[in-house]
């Protein structure tokens, strides 16, 4: 755990983060099986290089998966509805805005029951709001195929801009920015 606190400068995992109608937390035990149905279903799967077989994932995926900085369970009354991860991006990939790479990238998948209610751009909001206050000034990026219509719009509606379009993975990709607000807004 010690070296958890000199990689990452901010407490984890941080107290719940409590929306309107969602809470992101730490994954726990009791989210295994709902994250199985996320990874192993062939909705979720379209636009992230496709599902994986759900045999795999029971064999493969921890009694706790998802025990790490950035990763937050979503939870709509007791329930996991899906997960968002703030991860440095890959200095291999393609898509930056620092030359070095290495930029917090924002991430979520829900379960498609889940889809269409809004809980995506809710939860994603708050995800930057504690990132904005954990990380003070530090943008964020977020990639998606161009043809996953319903993420295009959930960038837009957090404020993401456009940086740059790329090749990747067979298919058109998206990459936009997000800035924090400064205290003076």
């Excluded at 009354?77 to 030359?99: A, F, Q, S, V, Y």
């Excluded at 058109?172 to 800035?179: A, E, P, T």
Aim: aromatic fraction near 10%.
């Amino acid at each position: 755990m010690s070296d958890e606190i000199i990689v990452h400068p901010v407490a984890w995992p941080p107290a719940p983060i409590k929306t309107e109608r969602l809470v992101l937390r730490p994954s726990e035990a009791r989210d295994r099986a709902a994250l199985i149905d996320l990874f192993a279903s062939p909705e979720v799967g379209t636009y992230v290089g496709g599902s994986r077989p759900r045999d795999e994932l029971e064999r493969v995926l921890p009694e706790v998966p998802g025990q790490r900085f950035g990763f937050f369970v979503v939870e709509l009354n007791g329930t996991t509805i899906g997960m968002i991860t703030l991860d440095r991006r890959d200095p291999e990939r393609k898509g930056h805005i620092h030359p070095e790479g290495g930029e917090p990238e924002l991430g979520y998948m829900f379960l498609p029951q889940a889809w269409g209610r809004g809980y995506a751009t809710e939860a994603c909001a708050a995800a930057l709001d504690w990132f904005a206050d954990a990380h003070p000034g530090e943008p964020v990026v977020l990639s998606t195929q161009t043809a996953n219509e319903a993420s295009m719009r959930v960038a837009a509606k957090l404020g993401f801009t456009e940086v740059e379009r790329f090749e990747a993975y067979g298919a058109k990709q998206w990459l936009g920015v997000w800035y924090p607000a400064s205290p003076s807004d």
